[in-house]
């Protein structure tokens, strides 16, 4: 049978008690049914549910002829956008795809570094350049002025009628700029669906076809997603991983913890922090309420922020994220001098220590009054990749509505666009 993922609250006894767990429970059972039955707040967003059930054949099979054409074309492929544009795909790619196919991969528009597009212009001068620009509106600042910059390199290198082959447009079906540029200048586009928003979108066209693109299996990420969707919806709500998890974050926060560290013992897992932290934080953060969403890679932060996290306020509490085993399989060899008394691992895999890592500080950090809990992957691969995208984002959707909050919004974002766009002088 297969192995799934798993959660472990083996480092939350004594701070969340059974009685803690009873008292949560109504308020999680109306989280379930907001969602059941779609008429909780930001309802007309719950699409994402259904995309791993509902994605059309002919639209994979669009995705992947799509990313072949653009690949048979492209030494680099440039993926333009910001926030749930881009993370998710990101997070695929550092994860899943081989180191050539990483380096294909170039992202833009997440940034307004103007050291970091010129860098990546010089990179991409002598280079045969195709892009893929993902936006919802096409009036989003950063992915805006990016591809109207690259555009117009794209312009100058290759002449305006042969650019429309290596440009492809990720938007809305029917407005916003992006998709008047799309229909105006004969660009090929898919469609952002009219129920997902944008950091929900990662298993949608925004997400698959920069994955595709890298050469990683889209039908099995979106599998993955089927599975945790499937067994979310069998479970009984007190023996669900993702309502568990939901429960515990709020618990956390009404007992003062206000932070939350998503620390990661697999260094390909980076981005899925990052793309965490975006999912938890525009979800959550509203209302003068939420968790604040933190990362840290381990074993490397241990040597920079493990001491606050073992001796500093307890005002946090920890969600770690690790894959069972890892593929490199290095040996750690014995030498003759033992100058460095290593000798008593000589013969062991590096995945061996850093799971004794692992180990160690989740037992040191709860010790030391930090309560945390353990997400774990047989391995890391497209399929369980897939199913931490569902689980996620069906847990962020449960741990806002218990708490009270809309968790498809996120009017604050809109506060510094428009001092920016004053201070820009734009026409109003």
């Known amino acids: 049978m297969k192995k799934g993922l798993a959660y472990s609250t083996r480092y939350m006894e004594g701070f969340v008690t059974k009685e803690d767990r009873a008292g949560l429970l109504p308020e999680l059972q109306k989280a379930r049914d907001l969602i059941k039955k779609r008429n909780g707040l930001g309802h007309d967003f719950l699409d994402w549910m259904d995309i791993p059930v509902s994605t059309k054949k002919s639209t994979i099979d669009?995705?992947?002829?799509?990313?072949?054409?653009l690949n048979d074309i492209s030494d680099v492929i440039v993926v333009i956008g910001i926030g749930g544009s881009y993370l998710g795909a990101r997070t695929a790619i550092e994860a899943l795809a081989s180191v050539p196919a990483r380096k294909k991969i170039r992202f833009a528009g997440h940034n307004l570094s103007e050291?970091?597009?010129?860098?990546l212009l010089i990179e991409l001068k002598d280079k045969e350049i195709s892009v893929n620009v993902i936006s919802k509106s096409g009036g989003t600042t950063e992915p805006?002025?990016?591809?109207?910059?690259i555009e117009e390199f794209l312009k100058k290198k290759y002449g305006p009628e042969k650019i429309k082959e290596r440009i492809v447009c990720t938007t809305d079906k029917a407005k916003g700029t992006l998709r008047s540029i799309a229909d105006k200048k004969g660009y090929k586009s898919f469609v952002?669906?009219?129920g997902i928003g944008g950091r929900f979108s990662v298993l949608t066209p925004v997400g698959l076809l920069p994955i595709a693109c890298a050469g990683i299996n889209i039908e099995e990420i979106l599998?993955?997603?089927g599975e945790q969707r499937e067994s979310l919806e069998k479970c009984d709500i007190e023996k669900n991983s993702v309502y568990e998890y939901a429960m515990i974050r709020n618990l956390m926060y009404r007992k003062g913890k206000k932070i939350e560290i998503f620390s990661s013992?697999?260094?390909k897992l980076h981005y899925m922090s990052e793309w965490w932290k975006q999912l938890f934080g525009e979800s959550e953060g509203k209302e003068n309420w939420g968790i604040f969403p933190a990362s840290c890679d381990f074993s490397t932060d241990l040597h920079a922020m493990g001491q606050l996290i073992q001796e500093g306020e307890r005002n946090l509490f920890e969600t770690f994220i690790i894959p069972d085993g890892e593929k490199g399989e290095v040996i750690i060899p014995k030498t003759e001098?033992?100058?460095d008394n290593l000798n008593y691992l000589a013969g062991t895999r590096l995945d061996q220590v850093n799971q004794k890592a692992y180990e160690a500080a989740s037992a040191a950090h709860f010790e030391g009054g930090v309560p945390n809990s353990t997400i774990s992957i047989p391995e890391v691969s497209?399929?369980?990749i897939g199913q931490l995208f569902y689980f996620f984002e069906k847990a962020v959707t449960i741990s806002a509505y218990i708490s009270g909050v809309n968790p498809f919004d996120q009017p604050g974002v809109e506060a510094y666009k428009n001092k920016m766009f004053k201070l820009l002088g734009k026409p109003e």
Do not use: V
């Open 265 to 267: 013992f697999g260094y």
């Open 382 to 384: 497209p399929n369980y």
């Open 144 to 149: 805006a002025i990016a591809f109207r910059i």
């Open 337 to 339: 001098d033992n100058l």
């Open 115 to 119: 050291d970091y597009l010129s860098d």
């Open 223 to 225: 599998a993955g997603a």
């Open 62 to 69: 669009d995705i992947k002829e799509t990313a072949e054409k």
């Open 192 to 194: 952002i669906p009219d």
